[in-house]
């Protein structure tokens, strides 16, 4: 039969259905059987010939023949594990339920009235069909015994597993298989790399897509931040139930970080034959973000001092977080990161053949995976900051920044690169490792600038905060954040990244941008600390900042006589109306940008985005820690300053009145997805009523200026300075820099204040944030075939740009 003829006789039976008013018989194979005896459907067939209308009019008009459809191929997946699909004809059976499954899935999610359908034991249609089954699996909910089929499918010899078997004769019997030998590809805790087969890797490719259409239940539930709902499915399938979780979440983890898109080092080679690993390598790196979630809290809740049962009993454990949480072995966190950092810098790596490797665009699925690895598994982030491994990660991750910096439909990207830095600035080693010199030189839009890691991490916040998009300005308390968390061990700054640094400070003190909004002087206050760090703990090697600081003095004394009468405020924001600009984007000294690097540019219109929550305020994204004399961290209370003089930067605490005022932060906890947000702010922009900066918040925070020490050492630097100019004649820089490197101010500046690190930590808002960005992803990078493409999903909204 010609490939015309069976997709004609599948289009046939899919109008059957569709008009079929009477429910049809489960026994009735000869009808049924059309559905998946073919040889020669692919999954876009399968969707081309399976219009939603027609899925959405049997759902609505013949639900008993929707319901016997669904049963009757979970039948024949079961039917596949049970037998091992010895024959080519069952193979091609088990590939065609699961695409049907895969196409009819989300439209079972999408209405509220069928989602507990593949729940329900005691199903009215189609249990005739089903009587051979086991009398024990009879009373499985169906989405039970499809998890649990998939999951046998996916070791299935000579289907997705190369086959073990001595003999022509000797049959592998499914039942008794240990799956542990047959992991799919070398890495943690696995030896041996199997011979790659494509057909087996094809094959893993549409079982793994079927699963993360069961797992995508959860877009279809609006977001909540009751992080206590747990997704039904994917809690079954991490649980004791699936006995090959271990082996399938040690095949997917060595599958991706294994995976070396660079076609074994032979340009163009990825030109000449299809990459069936990387679709594999794909849905194996969706299949574990979404997989890999919190059990409502559960993992950071302190456990209990009762017996260990009664903590059993708080719910199932999820074994892919629990394995993920046990790897320990140096051995295998050196091939995660070594994997993570290849695949990483791929999209990076120039060569001076264009199109000569093959270029991923996984790096968001790998950005999430890298968060929740070192989320859930702390060994392994201390494992990546002991070495200047950390550094193969850091550099794309700003190269991603950098580059999505002006284009909207890449703000999730945005926020997940600038949390896993804020993550990682949370630890000293962070900082330390930092100081390694730049030689790497990847084309980027930033000026060209000889120093360290630090410099480049500067430069390039600098360039997100002057020339992104609007959108980004909830991340501007994050990226000053990164920035203080690392200053106390930034040992010598380039004069290129000191004038950034000064230029923000101009930028942030403008009287226009201190009263235009009520949390805009954190970011000044964020600057001070950063100084004052540098300044206190880093002085010796600074002399390009001291310089820099003491050219731009006069902003400094701006500060300290920051008017706060009605007029004076009345007449900045005035001046905002008029320029309603974030940033002034001039005097910023630009530079030539690196050879061969590309600006960074808006979407292209038409482009799809999925929304995503609002993120919480700083102060609820972090917790304080003070570094005391041994380089332990002390974490500090919520309300108190630290003992002693209050802290300079107390105003950005949770605790105290000025940022509790009626400053729109309450709404911080509350989600909304972007339209809304957009309206929101439509209206405020309207009526600018519900807030306007008063000369008693004004006094409020600008007492607490952290001023001190920039100003005694303004005091004690700037005469000397003039004297060296006037004596010399000097106009040279370095000479003032060679004097400034050699001088000192021990014992003239205020006793250094205590290091506080701002730590990220867990919380619902982020927890939240999460699964819609990763969602979102997910939606949007499964094109071919479109899963979710025009179905009512609930927890974002898709957008064109």
């Given amino acids: ?3 015309t003829d069976s997709k004609l006789n599948f289009r046939k039976a899919v109008i059957q259905l569709t008009t079929k008013t009477q429910p049809v018989e489960a026994t009735d194979d000869a009808f049924w059987d059309q559905f998946w005896a073919d040889t020669t459907t692919t999954v876009q067939d399968v969707f081309a010939l399976v219009p939603s209308a027609e899925i959405r009019a049997v759902r609505e008009e013949s639900p008993s023949n929707l319901a016997t459809l669904c049963y009757k191929a979970v039948e024949k997946l079961v039917q596949g594990a049970e037998s091992g699909c010895p024959s080519e004809k069952e193979k091609q059976v088990v590939l065609n339920c699961t695409r049907i499954l895969t196409r009819i899935l989300p439209y079972i999610f999408e209405d509220q009235d069928w989602r507990g ?3 329900s034991t005691v199903p009215g249609a189609g249990r005739a069909g089903l009587e051979e089954l086991d009398e024990d699996d009879g009373a499985r909910p169906l989405a039970e015994s499809l998890l649990l089929a998939v999951a046998d499918l996916l070791f299935c010899p000579d289907f997705t597993v190369h086959s073990h078997k001595r003999g022509p004769d000797s049959l592998e ?3 008794s298989i240990d799956s542990c030998e047959y992991i799919w590809e070398a890495g943690v805790g696995f030896a041996q790399s199997p011979p790659l087969n494509y057909i087996h890797d094809l094959n893993r490719t549409e079982l793994l897509r079927l699963l993360l259409t069961c797992f995508s239940e959860a877009m279809y539930l609006p ?5 206590g709902v747990l997704n039904p499915w994917v809690t079954f399938f991490c649980s004791t139930e699936n006995r090959h979780a271990l082996p399938l979440f040690t095949s997917l983890l060595n599958v991706v970080f294994a995976y070396d898109p660079v076609g074994y080092g032979i340009p163009y080679n990825h030109l000449l034959f299809s990459d069936y690993r990387e679709q594999l390598v794909e849905q194996a790196v969706q299949i574990l973000i979404v997989t890999l979630e919190h059990e409502g809290g559960l993992a950071h809740r ?6 260990v049962e009664e903590q059993e009993s708080t719910g199932p454990e999820n074994l892919f977080v629990n394995y993920l949480s046990r790897i320990h072995r140096e051995e295998d966190y050196d091939f995660v990161l070594k994997g993570l950092a290849r695949l990483l810098t791929n999209p990076l790596a120039q060569t001076y053949l264009p199109n000569s490797t093959k270029k991923i665009q996984f790096h968001q699925e790998l950005l999430v995976l890298f968060w929740k690895l070192c989320d859930f598994n702390k060994k392994f982030l201390f494992f990546v900051l002991k070495s200047s491994d950390v550094l193969d990660v850091l550099v794309p991750i700003l190269f991603y920044l950098n580059d999505a910096r002006a284009d909207q439909s890449r703000v999730g990207l945005m926020h997940i690169g600038v949390f896993i830095l804020l993550l990682l600035s949370g630890e000293r080693n962070f900082g330390v490792r930092l100081n390694k010199p730049y030689s790497v030189h990847v084309p980027m839009d930033i000026p060209v600038f000889t120093g360290t890691h630090a410099d480049l991490l500067i430069i390039v916040f600098h360039k997100i905060i002057t020339s992104g998009h609007q959108r980004l300005q909830p991340l501007f308390d994050c990226l000053l954040t990164i920035i203080v968390n690392v200053s106390p061990y930034l040992k010598s700054l380039s004069m290129v990244a000191a004038n950034k640094l000064l230029h923000l400070l101009e930028a942030f003190s403008t009287n226009w941008f201190l009263f235009s909004a009520a949390q805009n002087h954190h970011l000044v206050f964020f600057l001070l600390e950063a100084f004052n760090n540098i300044i ?13 600081i003491i050219r731009k003095r006069n902003a400094f004394h701006q500060m300290a006589n920051l008017p706060s009468d009605p007029g004076s405020i009345q007449k900045a924001v005035q001046r905002k109306k008029k320029s309603p600009d974030v940033i002034s984007r001039t005097s910023s000294q630009e530079t030539v940008s690196m050879e061969g690097s590309h600006p960074a540019v808006p979407a292209e219109p038409g482009t799809l985005k999925a929304s995503l929550v609002a993120i919480p305020g700083i102060d609820k994204l972090t917790e304080k820690s003070q570094v005391s004399e041994d380089g332990t961290m002390v974490s500090v209370p919520k309300t108190d300053c630290p003992r002693g003089a209050p802290h300079p930067e107390q105003s950005a605490t949770a605790g105290t009145s000025d940022t509790e005022s009626n400053s729109g932060r309450e709404n911080e906890d509350v989600f909304y997805t972007e339209a809304e947000m957009e309206r929101r702010h439509q209206s405020s922009a309207s009526s600018t009523s519900y807030w306007a900066a008063t000369p008693e918040w004004v006094l409020s925070w600008k007492c607490k200026l952290p001023l001190q020490t920039i100003m005694r050492l303004l005091q004690v630097l700037v005469p000397q300075v003039e004297k060296i100019c006037i004596d010399k004649g ?4 370095s000479e003032i820099l060679k004097f400034l490197q050699h001088g000192t101010l021990v014992g003239l500046l205020p006793v250094p204040h205590p290091i506080l690190i701002r730590k990220y930590q867990a919380n619902a808002g982020t927890a939240m944030w999460f ?6 992803v997910v939606y949007l990078r499964n094109v071919d075939p479109p899963i979710w493409y025009d179905t009512d999903v609930r927890l974002f909204e898709i957008q064109r740009m």
């Fill in 730 to 733: 000097l106009t040279d820089e």
């Fill in 536 to 548: 206190q703990y880093q002085f010796d090697g600074n002399c390009n900042l001291v310089y820099a």
């Fill in 771 to 776: 699964r819609t960005y990763m969602w979102g």
């Fill in 302 to 307: 302190p456990a209990s001092p009762s017996s």
């Fill in 173 to 175: 019997d499914m039942q």
């Fill in 223 to 227: 977001p909540s931040t009751d992080t």
């Fill in 1 to 3: 039969m010609g490939s």
């Fill in 117 to 119: 359908f593949f729940w």
